[in-house]
């Protein structure tokens, strides 16, 4: 797990809401405080779509919206004359990337073992963190898929320029 501040924040909410670069990742959770505070959830609603809709979602193993479905309705709460005064999303990386990253690795993990690959982005007014976090379904001490999402995010953030 890495902290990173994001010293240009405007660069990466233009990343964030402005541009195409995370809508690939699954949004989990978002909280954005302006004059009040909406909160989304996430995880999607299968019995919502009609059964051949479901039905793909479910063999893709997709249980959450994509950022790029959501991530309008977020810049219309976020956007105005006044920063927002906090916000929290959680990315996670969607099952065929996580597939792909572990493919091209040399470690020892299926995907099946991989709950999650989150990075959540945290602005409190002034300042923007991104932090990486993994999640397993068994326990281990190695922390080999740690720093192979966490070189993965940096280099993600190289590529976009983000600093």
Request: a negative charge.
């Given at each position: ?11 990466m909410?233009?990343c964030?809401?402005?541009?195409e670069?995370?809508d ?17 959830d996430?995880q999607?609603?299968?019995d ?6 479901a ?5 893709r193993e ?8 959501v ?6 709460m976020?956007?105005?004359?006044r920063?927002p005064?906090?916000?929290?999303l ?7 990337k996580?597939q792909?990253?572990l493919e091209?690795s040399?470690?020892?993990c299926?995907?099946e073992d991989?709950?999650g690959?989150y990075l959540?982005?945290?602005?409190d007014?002034e300042?923007?963190?991104l ?6 379904r068994?326990f281990t ?9 966490d070189?993965y995010?940096t ?9």
């Amino acid at each position: 797990m890495i902290a990173i501040a994001v010293s240009d924040v405007k660069e990466m909410m233009k990343c964030l809401l402005l541009k195409e670069d995370f809508d690939s990742f699954y949004l989990t959770e978002a909280a954005i405080t302006t004059f009040v505070t909406y909160t989304i959830d996430g995880q999607l609603h299968h019995d919502f779509y009609d059964a051949g809709g479901a039905e793909e979602l479910k063999a893709r193993e997709q249980y959450f919206a994509r950022w790029g479905e959501v991530r309008s309705l977020c810049f219309q709460m976020i956007r105005g004359k006044r920063t927002p005064l906090h916000f929290k999303l959680v990315f996670q990386l969607p099952r065929e990337k996580t597939q792909e990253l572990l493919e091209a690795s040399s470690l020892d993990c299926s995907p099946e073992d991989v709950f999650g690959l989150y990075l959540n982005c945290q602005y409190d007014g002034e300042n923007l963190v991104l932090t990486t976090g993994t999640s397993l379904r068994f326990f281990t001490l190695d922390k080999s898929l740690d720093h192979l999402w966490d070189e993965y995010i940096t280099d993600y953030l190289k590529e976009k320029k983000i600093h």
